[in-house]
């Protein structure tokens, strides 16, 4: 079927649920544990769900953290906090308690929205007591206690709320206008917020979904996360606009998502290598029936081509695309076509998405002859409205004139394909999510046996890669790797956790002091 919004015009994403409505009308919009959502009921919800935000005070320009996994409330409350002006800002579910504090507190979020239970544990009572007190209101999906508010009561007090007063908001609500931020830590360790309107979000979105191919109709199975533009925007936001059945994934396990493949007649599936890799290496691989699937999109990792070869052979996928992005870009910038060889997908990351400038420079600026290997920028509607309240940070990556340096190093090949060699910073990849070395060095510098450390990425057969850290211990303490290992799993999210640590009585420094990580990863390779 057609996607039947050839002549939309975007604007924001309250007027896309709209259109979607009138578009696609009873077509199912969303199947989430036995519930079924059209898009003519998302949209009354997402109605609904603005007037309750308007009745709890929220007012245009404020931030609110959505807190929890997948599910249609995550995605409805979403929806809900843009039509009445606010600001979005996901947290990861992996965090812990003291990481989302530093978010609330750095986003300048008032309002929360978490999961009740989620994996044992009871979500709001990680959050530490000076994070509560700059918190108004804590809206609890499911399960609620005692001095939060339920989300049924949440959604009721919505009720005080006119049409004509959701309008009047909603009319203010214009393209340029904020509507989320999502945070990315770089090289400086702390989290910055990346600032990104209504319209060029929807504009991305729209180019990405036309290169890749996503259908009306189609059934996407969204394992990345929604706090990850991965889930978020590819898999919920352009569910939504193309007119596809929006199927939300909590927890990676390879035998749960092959069996909602066969059941749910899964057709797309968005998400980093890793998902692939675990699917493949199901040893009853054989028995499931995978033949609804149809688009495979991978990214956000190395992809080996014989990937890209079993994903067509052994799961059935008939196209599989691969790309490049970050998330000061919306997460997009280049992208394969489903059509393209297999070499290419495995090997390029496609070509820039349309409107969209890019180049190869060296250090002093200047562009680079194709071939040539340079730092990746990038100019164009897509490129963030800059970090939250962080000037100094937005001048360092987006120059005078307009072009956002990427810190990753390539080159453009002869048929005009991205390749992406090298990053110039030390971010690494870790089952598709963005480890920054720093702010794992400064988190796990608090245990009081770490003197000195310095973190890197191995390469991973499953994950793409993950941590390895080198460690010097303070004078007069003592720790072993388990001891580390578990303080880190209990203090900061499980993907941050070095896979890996060495003990070291000194680690390799530059004249001025600096690790020489370039040593640290030789010595690592030759190791391996």
């Known amino acids: 079927m057609t996607a039947d919004n050839s002549s939309w015009t975007f604007t924001t994403i309250p007027a896309l649920c709209a259109l979607a409505a009138q578009t696609y009308g009873d077509d199912v919009a969303i199947e989430d544990t036995g519930l079924t959502i059209t898009f003519v009921e998302l949209d009354a919800l997402r109605r609904r769900v603005a007037k309750a935000f308007m009745a709890r005070g929220i007012e245009k320009g404020d931030r609110v953290m959505i807190w929890?996994?997948?599910?249609?409330?995550?995605?409805?409350?979403?929806?809900?906090?843009?039509?009445?002006?606010?600001?979005?800002?996901?947290?990861?579910?992996?965090?812990?308690?003291?990481?989302?504090?530093?978010?609330?507190?750095?986003?300048?979020?008032t309002m929360m929205l978490s999961t009740g239970e989620f994996l044992g544990?009871?979500?709001?009572?990680?959050?530490?007591?000076?994070?509560?007190?700059?918190?108004?209101?804590?809206?609890?999906?499911?399960?609620?206690?005692?001095?939060?508010?339920?989300?049924?009561?949440?959604?009721?007090?919505?009720?005080?709320?006119?049409d004509a007063q959701l309008d009047a908001r909603t009319a203010t609500v214009g393209p340029d206008d904020l509507c989320d931020m999502l945070f990315t830590s770089g090289t400086t360790g702390y989290p910055k917020g990346v600032m990104y309107g209504h319209r060029q979000c929807l504009r991305v979105l729209d180019a990405w979904a036309t290169r890749v191919g996503i259908r009306r109709g189609d059934r996407v199975l969204v394992i990345p996360p929604f706090?990850?533009?991965?889930?978020?925007?590819?898999?919920?936001?352009?569910?939504?606009?193309?007119?596809?059945?929006?199927?939300?994934?909590?927890?990676y396990d390879p035998d749960e998502i092959l069996h909602r493949v066969e059941r749910d007649r899964v057709s797309v599936i968005p998400g980093p290598p890793a998902i692939f890799h675990g699917m493949l290496q199901h040893p009853e691989l054989k028995k499931f029936d995978t033949s609804s699937l149809r688009l495979g999109i991978t990214g956000g990792a190395v992809v080996p081509s014989t990937l890209i070869r079993r994903m067509r052979s052994d799961l059935g996928f008939a196209g599989v695309v691969n790309g490049y992005g970050l998330t000061e870009c919306g997460g997009y910038g280049a992208m394969c076509q489903s059509d393209d060889p297999d070499e290419v997908i495995a090997n390029t990351c496609g070509k820039p998405l349309p409107d969209t400038e890019m180049r190869i420079v060296d250090e002093d600026g200047r562009a680079l002859p194709d071939g040539e290997a340079g730092e990746v920028v990038i100019r164009g509607y897509l490129t963030m409205r800059g970090y939250f309240n962080d000037p100094e940070a937005t001048a360092r990556t987006i120059d005078k004139d307009g072009w956002l340096h990427t810190g990753d190093i390539g080159y453009f090949d002869p048929d005009g394909n991205l390749r992406i060699e090298d990053r110039i910073k030390d971010m690494y990849i870790s089952g598709g999510?963005?480890?920054?070395?720093?702010?794992?060095?400064?988190?796990?510098?608090?245990?009081?046996?770490?003197?000195?450390?310095?973190?890197?990425?191995?390469?991973?057969?499953?994950?793409?890669?993950?941590?390895k850290a080198f460690v010097v211990l303070r004078p007069g303490t003592s720790a072993s790797e388990a001891e580390l290992t578990g303080w880190a799993r209990a203090n900061i999210a499980n993907y941050k956790v070095p896979r890996s640590i060495e003990f070291r009585e000194a680690l390799p420094t530059s004249p001025q002091g600096k690790v020489v990580k370039d040593q640290l990863r030789k010595e690592a390779g030759a190791g391996a």
């Not at 009871?122 to 005692?146: H, I, M, N, S």
């Not at 070395?437 to 890197?456: D, F, M, N, T, Y």
């Open 121 to 162: 544990k009871y979500y709001p009572d990680l959050l530490r007591p000076e994070t509560r007190k700059e918190l108004r209101d804590l809206v609890v999906f499911d399960g609620a206690r005692e001095g939060e508010t339920p989300w049924d009561d949440f959604l009721a007090g919505g009720d005080a709320i006119s």
């Open 68 to 109: 929890g996994p997948n599910s249609w409330k995550w995605f409805a409350a979403a929806l809900g906090l843009v039509s009445a002006g606010g600001v979005l800002i996901p947290c990861s579910t992996r965090f812990q308690g003291g990481e989302v504090g530093e978010l609330v507190s750095r986003s300048g979020t």
């Open 433 to 467: 999510f963005n480890c920054y070395p720093a702010e794992i060095e400064r988190l796990l510098s608090a245990h009081p046996a770490v003197g000195q450390i310095a973190v890197i990425g191995v390469p991973d057969e499953r994950l793409g890669e993950v941590g």
């Open 227 to 251: 706090f990850h533009a991965f889930g978020y925007r590819s898999g919920a936001i352009v569910s939504l606009m193309r007119g596809a059945v929006l199927l939300p994934h909590l927890t």
